[in-house]
């Protein structure tokens, strides 16, 4: 008779080697089940995710909306308390127009002031020709 080197202990080691090589035979179904789902699992989370980033979308955008009616907010108050100057208000798009007018207009004066003093010269220099041929 031959001695294991386990002992006393070698028949519940049989048994237990017995039952691992059972173990894939035992939970093969559902190892199956569970392999031929994870694409549906897969698109389940990605379906997930795609929604989770569409809703931080939206919630950032809001956000952003929220901060630039803040800063516009700010500024609004600040102009009115004399602190800073107001921009962006009709009033100020008004003021704009009439500077950019005036700015217009006065380019072209300059512009018709030149021409003319031109002319002018011109016409002086004319005017002397003709009185020294006579």
């Known amino acids: ?20 090589a059972n173990l894939g035979a035992t939970y093969q179904p559902q190892i199956t089940t569970l392999q031929s789902s994870l694409p549906t699992i897969g698109q389940k989370y990605k379906s997930m995710i795609d ?17 630039v009616q803040q800063v516009g907010s700010a500024k609004a108050q600040s102009a009115a308390a004399g602190v800073a100057p107001v921009t962006g208000t009709p009033e100020m798009a008004v003021q704009q127009g009439i500077n950019t007018a005036y700015d217009t207009a006065k380019t072209n ?13 011109f ?10 041929k006579m």
């Not at 030149?114 to 002018?120: E, F, G, V």
């Open 123 to 132: 016409a002086q220099t004319q005017e002397e020709q003709g009185v020294q």
């Open 51 to 67: 929604e989770l980033n569409r809703q931080t979308g939206v919630e950032q955008t809001q956000l952003g909306k929220e901060q």
């Open 1 to 20: 008779m031959a001695t294991s080197p386990y002992g006393t202990y070698q028949p519940m080691i049989d048994t237990l080697t017995q039952q691992q």
């Open 109 to 121: 004066l300059l512009g018709q002031t030149a021409a003319q003093t031109q002319q002018y010269g």
